[in-house]
């Protein structure tokens, strides 16, 4: 089945500074990304995600990039600021299966 | 809109005791919910999904004769956890996908289960 990797488990970044998580997969056929925001104590948020017919997507200070090739897709943040402070998981979504894999998790503190 | 919501938020019953949790979808009709496991500082990891009017699929470990699963209605999947014991503390959150095809998952708050 799918497996998927995240790193790294813990981020810290300057306010203002980009923050980068990257995560991995190991099944080829997935063809779904979303990634969720999560802070303490509440529910995962979709901040972004991205099909398998593209290569990369923004909105706003969020990008997310997709390498089939390599079965790899990174979350890019943008002039960080304290309140993106959270857990953000990665998953992946089978082709074939409705259900989500989800990846082990980054704690991304921004400090003032 | 996609408005997930999930009843209790949190629940502290005594062991050996059943508890129910309701997971409802607000402004869509969910085809397909999901029931997740969160422990403190560690990942969703998925326990079962429910399609409505069809008996749930559950993930490889997890029991299906403790972990009871409903899904009666386009807006409604019940968990109940029966004859709970202090292991199985722990948050529990559900999510549901749009039946119009969307892959999206909207979660709900989440429940926290303590048993002592």
């Known amino acids: 089945g799918e497996n998927v990797e995240q790193h790294p488990s813990t981020l810290s970044v300057q306010e203002g500074d980009s923050a980068v998580i990257k995560c991995t997969y190991s099944?080829?056929?997935?063809?779904?990304f979303p990634w969720y925001k999560q802070e303490l104590g509440k529910r995962p948020q979709l901040i972004i995600d991205?099909?398998?017919?593209?290569g990369e997507k923004k909105d706003q200070r969020i990008a997310v990039t997709l390498n089939k090739t390599a079965k790899h897709f990174s979350l890019h943040i943008t002039e960080t600021q304290p309140e993106d402070s959270a857990v953000y998981f990665c998953?992946?979504?089978?082709?074939?299966?409705?259900?989500?894999?989800f990846g082990p998790g980054t704690r991304l503190s921004v400090l003032p | 809109g996609a408005v997930v919501s999930q009843h209790p938020s949190w629940v502290i019953c005594k062991s050996g005791t059943s508890v129910k949790i309701e997971c409802r979808s607000l402004?869509?009709?969910?085809?397909?919910m999901f029931w997740y496991r969160q422990f403190p500082k560690q990942s969703l990891m998925l326990m079962a999904t429910?399609?409505?009017?069809?008996?749930?699929?559950?993930e490889q470990g997890v029991e299906k004769d403790k972990f009871l699963i409903n899904h009666a209605s386009l807006t409604l999947s019940t968990l109940t956890v029966t004859s709970a014991h202090p292991e199985d503390s722990s948050f529990y959150i559900c999510?549901?996908?749009?039946?119009?095809?969307?892959?999206?998952?909207?979660f709900g708050p989440g429940t926290r289960l303590t048993v002592t």
């Open positions: 999510s549901a996908r749009d039946g119009r095809g969307a892959y999206e998952q909207y």
């Open positions: 099944d080829s056929a997935s063809n779904y």
């Open positions: 991205i099909r398998s017919n593209v």
């Open positions: 998953a992946a979504k089978g082709n074939y299966g409705q259900n989500f894999v």
């Open positions: 402004d869509f009709q969910a085809t397909t």
């Open positions: 429910s399609n409505e009017g069809s008996k749930a699929t559950y």
